[in-house]
């Protein structure tokens, strides 16, 4: 454990609440010129970087942030925004983790070609999809594509290492089909401070 861990863990709670709503609020609105709803007005980009989650979730249900995922990119791909994705996730098959292998399906269901579609399975979380393309891709623009609260934490670690990025916002699941996910989002963006300022920026 590092120093600056060992003094945040030391901070007093009153300090700690102001940090989370900075960290909260900091990343909600720093990024919104960059956020974008329409694919129209988006300049075309070579990538598109599709931040991956599951498909399916317990007892089979449909997980909408992933179908909305791949409508907004598909609806890039049919506006000629984009030349390529690179699908960014998760694909253990051992531990039923085929976030790429379902986004690339889904993608080539759509009608996108699978070369395509590039994948990359080191992105298990947000900041490692940023810092691999970072490390492959780093002065090549790209466009983000999630849902706008992700959007605006991807954009954040992106800006944070210089890349040219922008982000397409795929619709948003509704509170009332999914509350822990915005929820879980608040402690993601103190992490995303954590990841930017303390941690290594080494895959």
Same mark, same amino acid.
């Given at each position: 454990?590092? #120093?600056?861990? $060992?003094?945040?863990?030391? %901070? #007093?709670?009153?300090? !700690?609440f102001?940090?989370? $709503?900075?960290? &909260?609020?900091?990343?909600h609105?720093? &990024?919104?010129?960059?956020?974008?709803?329409? =694919?129209?007005? $988006?300049?075309?980009?070579?990538?598109?970087?599709?931040?991956? /989650?599951?498909?399916?979730?317990?007892?089979?249900?449909?997980?909408?942030?992933?179908?909305?995922?791949?409508?907004? *990119?598909?609806?890039?791909?049919? =506006? +000629?925004? !984009?030349?390529?994705?690179?699908?960014?996730?998760?694909? @253990?098959?051992?531990?039923?983790?085929?976030?790429?292998?379902?986004?690339?399906a889904?993608?080539?269901?759509? +009608? !996108?070609p699978?070369?395509?579609? %590039?994948?990359?399975?080191? +992105? /298990?979380?947000?900041w490692?999809?940023?810092?691999?393309?970072?490390?492959?891709f780093?002065?090549? #623009? !790209?466009? %983000?594509?999630?849902?706008?609260? &992700?959007?605006?934490?991807? $954009?954040? %670690? *992106?800006?944070?290492?210089?890349?040219?990025?922008? =982000?397409f916002? =795929?619709?948003?699941v509704?509170?009332?089909?999914?509350?822990?996910?915005?929820?879980?989002?608040?402690?993601?963006?103190?992490?995303?401070?954590? @990841?930017?300022?303390?941690?290594s920026?080494?895959?």
């Open positions: 454990m590092t #120093p600056r861990t $060992l003094l945040l863990l030391t %901070l #007093p709670p009153s300090i !700690v102001l940090g989370v $709503l900075f960290c &909260h609020q900091w990343i609105w720093r &990024h919104t010129a960059r956020l974008h709803t329409d =694919a129209n007005k $988006l300049p075309k980009r070579r990538y598109g970087l599709v931040l991956g /989650t599951r498909k399916m979730l317990r007892h089979g249900r449909p997980n909408l942030y992933f179908q909305y995922r791949i409508d907004a *990119a598909l609806r890039l791909w049919r =506006a +000629g925004k !984009v030349e390529a994705f690179i699908l960014s996730g998760a694909n @253990d098959k051992r531990l039923y983790e085929t976030e790429i292998d379902d986004m690339q889904a993608l080539i269901a759509g +009608g !996108v699978a070369k395509a579609l %590039l994948r990359d399975p080191l +992105g /298990t979380r947000t490692l999809s940023i810092l691999s393309y970072h490390a492959k780093a002065k090549v #623009p !790209v466009i %983000l594509i999630s849902q706008r609260f &992700h959007n605006a934490r991807a $954009l954040f %670690l *992106a800006r944070s290492l210089g890349l040219d990025a922008i =982000a916002n =795929a619709e948003a509704p509170f009332s089909v999914d509350i822990r996910t915005p929820v879980r989002e608040i402690f993601s963006r103190i992490r995303a401070f954590y @990841d930017v300022f303390f941690s920026r080494q895959l």
